[in-house]
């Protein structure tokens, strides 16, 4: 069997270097293999070329990992302020209470600018809402204007981020200019039976990185509270 590795010589190496002076700013990995000590004073080294790629590296490392930290944090606090709101949820004693608690409890907890709620109805089924100053509605399922959610509501799955200029005027009336993120909700299950939207002028407040498991659970629970006051004044 014949031995086909050879041992490069210095001279060999020399030579390929000069006639690939750009080696180590094409390969900036092989700065990383070198063992160099540093060069006299006043000149730049590859040894000092190594030190600065690895300090780079480092940084990027760190920055991701406090990103990974911050992110967890996040969530964590999220899910406390989630769980707070659903027991509240439950809690409330009719249908003014609980959209005058979403309102004032979705605000701060989230710290948001405002929330916006869309129900939907069928037929000439509408729910007889309480006069409030809240931003509540009712549109009919079929209406046309609902369809610039349609992705939404196929996918059933909360949004977190930037809506579309239509999606916020639907939702957010006179303030959607000043609306920068949103978490948007689909209530209910196929078909939807509306939309809750918290919205922020901050417009990193809202972000698709967030979890939405937390928000996905808020949103049925809210909805089920929301269909017992239905079935009792239907039933009126």
């Not at 060999?12 to 006299?40: G, K, M, R, V």
């Not at 030190?51 to 406090?66: A, F, I, W």
């Not at 409330?92 to 129900?119: C, G, S």
């Amino acid at each position: 069997m014949v031995d086909t590795t050879t041992d490069l010589t210095l001279e060999q190496i020399e030579q390929y270097l000069e006639a690939h002076p750009d080696l180590f700013l094409e390969q900036p990995h092989l700065l990383e293999l070198l063992n160099l000590n540093s060069s006299p004073e006043g000149t730049i080294s590859l040894a000092q070329r190594q030190t600065h790629r690895l300090q780079e590296k480092n940084q990027q490392l760190n920055e991701q990992l406090h990103a990974l930290i911050d992110n967890a944090h996040s969530n964590a606090a999220l899910e406390k302020r989630v769980h707070n709101l659903c027991l509240s949820i439950m809690d409330a004693v009719d249908l003014a209470d609980l959209i005058n608690l979403i309102q004032t409890e979705l605000k701060h907890e989230f710290a948001a600018d405002e929330v916006a709620l869309r129900l939907f109805y069928q037929g000439q089924h509408k729910l007889d809402l309480p006069q409030l100053e809240a931003n509540v509605s009712q549109l009919h399922a079929d209406d046309k204007k609902l369809r610039i959610f349609d992705n939404l509501f196929t996918k059933q799955e909360p949004v977190c981020g930037r809506l579309t200029k239509a999606q916020k005027g639907l939702l957010f009336d006179e303030r959607a200019e000043e609306i920068n993120s949103v978490a948007c909700l689909p209530l209910g299950h196929q078909p939807c039976a509306g939309l809750l939207a918290i919205g922020s002028v901050d417009a990193n407040r809202f972000h698709a990185d967030m979890a939405t498991d937390y928000l996905r659970f808020l949103g049925e629970v809210f909805m089920r509270v929301v269909r017992q006051y239905t079935h009792q004044q239907h039933a009126q």
